[in-house]
């Protein structure tokens, strides 16, 4: 029996990522949900003021024997824009920030190198913002909020942002899907 390990991650809304790596092979569990605010058990409504500090965030529960740290990461930085701070695409606030939320020291070894390699490879015009931080209590989001995408597919949001982002990862990393 091989250990599972968890990820969590903020790229703006939680249901583009959450869709995606729903269809990752060795994904095993994606949870949308808030981490790193200030007051516990927050409701959709208080993170979307953008006064609570939480992020929309997605957990992911995954084998490392079928998918590494490291291809999560890969993933994680080609489906959102990591060089505008607290916003994608026409969602604003620092709720929609792009962060890392590492779980131990290798995690966030990991992270820094990758952030070195995009660094390195040029891999984007503009600075990388991406907040590197140790992850803290996550608080799942609202049951409408999980598997959003797969749920409600031809909603307007999920046809013009999350759609594009799935066809993207579908198409770029098409070995990895389930």
């Known amino acids: 029996m091989s250990v599972r390990q968890v990820a ?23 949870v949308s949900g808030y981490i790193a605010g200030a007051m516990p058990n927050p409701t959709y409504e208080m993170v979307c003021t953008g006064n609570t500090g939480h992020a929309e965030a997605v957990q992911i529960t995954f084998d490392p024997n079928v998918v590494s740290y490291g291809e999560l990461l890969a993933v994680f930085f080609s489906i959102h824009d990591p060089t505008t701070l607290n916003r994608q695409g026409n ?3 620092t709720q ?18 990758f952030f070195d390699e995009l ?3 040029e891999v984007f015009a503009s600075p990388v913002v991406t907040e590197l931080v140790a992850a803290t209590e996550f608080f799942p989001a609202e049951e409408y909020h999980q598997h959003y995408f797969e749920r409600n597919p031809y909603q307007g949001y999920c046809q013009f ?15 990895k899907l389930k």
């Open 8 to 30: 969590t991650l903020a790229g703006g809304c939680f249901w583009c990522l959450e869709a995606v790596f729903e269809q990752m092979r060795g994904i095993e569990k994606v």
């Open 91 to 93: 969602d604003k606030g």
């Open 96 to 113: 929609y920030r792009s962060a890392i939320y590492y779980h131990d020291n290798e995690q966030h070894k990991q992270a820094l190198e």
């Open 119 to 121: 660094k390195k490879q």
């Open 161 to 175: 942002v999350v759609a594009p982002k799935v066809a993207k990862f579908r198409e770029y990393f098409s070995a």
